[in-house]
């Protein structure tokens, strides 16, 4: 019976690759133990000679079970005994977060942290002795539990192999298209600037990402990996199945035609109440007194871009429902990229608020720039373009005699211009703060870790951010017995762990920053620009 059970612990290790050790026995007998079968533990015992040697046994008809140690070299072979009960099925399947502040904690805690992630570390090493054999077949009978049942195990390989090709194809595909996005017909101007600049683009870009790793061979390594993978699978999931839902919604009822009919009333509607805006400002807006001669020629400019921008549109007005048409198509590819589509489409309708906010801008950033320098002049100093300092400088008298003319042109000539800016920056900032929202949006949908916060609400134990333990039993003479139980990750530390990466199109600036562009005439870009160039 002893050289069985070597030759069954030998074949264990053989089969699984991992190292196992007796501990002690135990026995499911109601009924006091036979003579055999005490010689037999008591040899065993002599064999594995493992300090302290645990023996477990059944209570007569209770549900729990006695625990003894002994130890053959001490004096004191009788130790008090902790039982502590836990489901292995869900230890083994959890995975133990550490603490999220590990900077502020203490070597005491951290100490005990480590320790009960190796003890989930021990029992999840010995997955493998419950899930070797696929079909109940093998060297040795390993799978004495599971989950699903031999016909789900069989249901779930057959759906591992079928996958296989057409993760193949998958990949082709995918190498296909990355082939053609980095090949050089992207790289000339026109095509480059669009696909740089487009929030559409960007988004086709961020999901092709994620169909390569989704659809990549190789096998994640770590419990972060799969997590991200099943998070990317997940959102790309719903992020279709969303798209499916608003493009049937949009081609029922003929939904679309309407938009296109509706859109048309609503640009002329705009157009007219800018014009109106113009008409108010080349007046006398709120009272005050502008230069005359500026305010015409600026209110007349702009005047001129809106009747170009009106006869666009209605050169257009055949084909917007067909064009909206094939864009409503394009939801089928998920509900983040009709949203990226909807912000271009009002970046494309909203152009002429966005040119007169660059000429305002532009106009207004050459004045403050102008007069900022002009004042360096009357205090004797200049910028110094090489050190990027402000130093002395002499001037002579005709030279400070134009800048004084210059200064008092720019002045009195400020506040048209400054108003100008303002309305068209507050315009323009409407728009920002819309299609701030539509990507806001887009980035929830493309940052949320869906599958985890599904796997904390349905199966909150594998997301394990630490134990507790409760009482089931203590009476005198008998050991203690503790139920440990999982203490579930909370769901914004889920969030917080498992939050996927975003393109983030769009610049961070901080309110300083911007406020700081706001009052220079600085542009506000709705995207990344490139920095400065290094020497």
């Known amino acids: ?123 999840a090493k010995s997955k493998i002795l419950f899930m070797t054999d696929r079909y109940n077949d093998g060297p040795i009978k390993l799978t004495h539990w599971q989950s699903d049942g031999a016909e789900a195990s069989i249901i779930v390989e057959l759906m591992k192999q079928a996958s296989v090709p057409a993760c193949m194809l998958l990949t082709f595909l995918l190498s296909l298209v990355s082939g053609i996005c980095r090949s050089r017909v992207l790289k000339f101007w026109p095509l480059s600037f669009l696909w740089r600049k487009l929030s559409t683009c960007e988004q086709l870009g961020h999901r092709l990402q994620h169909l390569q790793v989704i659809s990549s061979n190789k ?82 400019f702009f005047l001129y871009h809106i009747h170009l921008w009106i006869s666009y549109i209605h050169l257009m007005s055949p084909f917007i429902e067909m064009i909206l048409w094939y864009v409503g198509l394009s939801a089928c590819l998920g509900l983040t990229v009709a949203l990226c589509i909807l912000s271009d489409i009002i970046a494309l309708l909203t152009f002429h608020i966005y040119c007169f906010y660059v000429y305002g801008a532009r106009l207004y950033c050459l004045k403050i720039y102008g007069l900022s320098s002009l004042w360096r002049l009357f205090r004797g100093k200049k910028w110094n373009v090489l050190r990027q300092r402000v130093d002395s400088c002499s001037y002579d008298l005709d030279q400070l005699f134009i800048g004084t003319l210059l200064f008092t042109i720019l002045l009195f000539l400020l506040p048209t211009t400054a108003l100008y800016y303002l309305v068209f920056t507050l315009l323009r900032l409407l728009v920002v703060i819309v299609q701030g929202l539509i990507h806001l949006l887009v980035d929830l949908i493309d940052s949320l870790p869906l599958y985890s916060i599904l796997l904390r609400l349905c199966r909150s134990y594998r997301l394990a951010a630490g134990v507790k333990f409760r009482v089931l039993e203590q009476q005198d003479g008998k ?27 769009y610049p961070k600036d901080s309110w300083t920053s911007l406020c700081k562009k706001l009052f220079l005439g600085e542009l506000i870009y709705p995207w990344k620009h490139k920095g400065e160039k290094q020497d």
Request: hydrophobic share 40%; aromatic share 8%; net charge neutral.
């Open 1 to 123: 019976m002893i050289l069985k059970v070597k030759q069954y612990l030998s074949e264990v290790q053989r089969v699984t690759k991992i190292s196992v050790s007796v501990l002690g026995s135990w026995s499911s007998s109601k009924q006091e133990k036979e003579e055999n079968l005490s010689k037999f533990l008591e040899d065993l015992g002599t064999i594995f000679s493992h300090e302290p040697w645990i023996q477990i046994s059944k209570e007569g008809d209770s549900k729990f079970w006695s625990c003894s140690t002994f130890q053959k070299h001490s004096n004191n072979p009788k130790e008090e005994v902790i039982l502590i009960y836990y489901d292995q099925r869900k230890v083994m399947l959890s995975h133990l977060h550490p603490p999220f502040d590990t900077a502020t904690s203490t070597d005491h805690e951290t100490d005990d942290a480590s320790k009960l992630s190796a003890i989930f570390h021990t029992v």
């Open 219 to 300: 096998k994640a390594q770590t419990q972060t990996q799969l997590m991200r993978k099943a998070n990317i699978f997940v959102s790309l999931l719903i992020d279709v199945a969303l798209g499916i839902l608003l493009m049937s919604w949009l081609y029922r009822k003929n939904r679309i035609g309407h938009l296109a009919d509706t859109l048309i009333p609503v640009a002329d509607h705009v157009a007219e109440e800018l014009q109106d805006l113009l008409q108010w400002l080349m007046g006398a807006p709120a009272g005050l007194k502008m230069n005359r001669a500026l305010d015409q020629v600026l209110g007349r």
């Open 479 to 505: 050991p203690l017995r503790l139920l440990m139980q999982i203490n579930p990750l909370s769901y914004g530390r889920v969030v917080q762990t498992y939050r996927l990466p975003t393109y983030s199109c």
